[in-house]
């Protein structure tokens, strides 16, 4: 499944890069709904949900970027200098926290020696 995620990724952003529309579009679906489940299935591993979620927020804010590019909007100003493709750094400043809460947070309580009980 990773690597058919892999190629439906390419191949977005192949069409992204050639602006071939139709296929740049297409391939947002399979590449965000692959990204989804395989972050459902690691869901119980904090390190994997941690980093497949930013992974599925990357995918989120480049097909965003992609689709203001393509439909134009990119350079649209939306609050002061704002424009349409800044928008997508929601989402990329989010997987960006998901990533700082989990290694400095998460990470080093899963560090931490186990408290044992002694009598």
Avoid at 50 to 75: K, R
């Amino acid at each position: 499944m990773e690597n058919m995620h892999i190629l439906f990724w390419l191949l977005k952003d192949i069409g992204w890069c050639m602006v071939w529309k139709p296929l740049g579009i297409a391939m947002i679906f399979p590449t965000l709904a692959i990204a989804l489940v395989i972050t459902w299935r690691t869901r119980d591993l904090k390190a994997e949900l941690a980093h497949n979620l930013a992974i599925v927020f990357w995918i989120s804010a480049n097909s965003y970027w992609m689709v203001s590019e393509f439909l134009g909007f990119d350079t649209i100003h939306v609050w002061g200098t704002v424009t349409g493709k800044h928008l997508a750094l929601l989402p990329f400043l989010t997987g960006l926290l998901i990533l700082l809460y989990y290694y400095l947070v998460q990470r080093p309580r899963e560090m931490r020696p186990a408290q044992v009980a002694t009598m």
